[in-house]
């Protein structure tokens, strides 16, 4: 179970078994949080995701979906270079909406990796 599955069960359970321990808010919409669960757990078990929610390779630098992101990454010299050079590729059709923003976040922590490397290096400052 993920956490938001798990965060939602506690919800629910709260208000149906809390009491007075409950707030107003959340027993007077009780039905509300029990539809939320039935359709997280719906979700899940049709293996569908949530907006925003991802499993695949996104943050870390690791772009595995594309060999074109992959090789622009690795010439990049800087943050706004990178950013510009994903930016283009995805107007230009070469790459999709998802290798798009694979792209610029591994340019956003491949420079502030790089970043943190420089100011420990200088011990610093």
């Known amino acids: 179970m993920n ?13 149906y078994c809390g ?10 919409n009780k039905e509300m949080l029990l539809g939320v669960l039935v359709g997280v757990a719906l979700c899940s078990f ?12 996104i943050l870390g630098g690791n772009v595995t979906t594309s060999e074109t992101v992959r090789s622009h ?20 059709g ?10 610029v976040q591994a340019c956003s922590r491949q420079f502030a990796d790089a970043h943190a490397a420089r100011e420990q290096a200088s011990g610093g400052r």
């Open 73 to 92: 990454l690795m010439e990049a010299e800087d943050l706004p270079q990178c950013t510009g050079t994903m930016a283009r590729l995805y107007t230009d």
């Open 46 to 57: 049709m293996d569908l995701r949530l907006e925003g929610i991802e499993d695949g390779p």
């Open 3 to 15: 956490t938001l599955m798990l965060v939602v069960v506690a919800l629910v359970a709260l208000c």
């Open 19 to 28: 009491g007075k321990y409950c707030p107003k808010v959340l027993s007077s």
């Open 94 to 103: 070469t790459i999709n909406a998802d290798q798009h923003m694979q792209g």
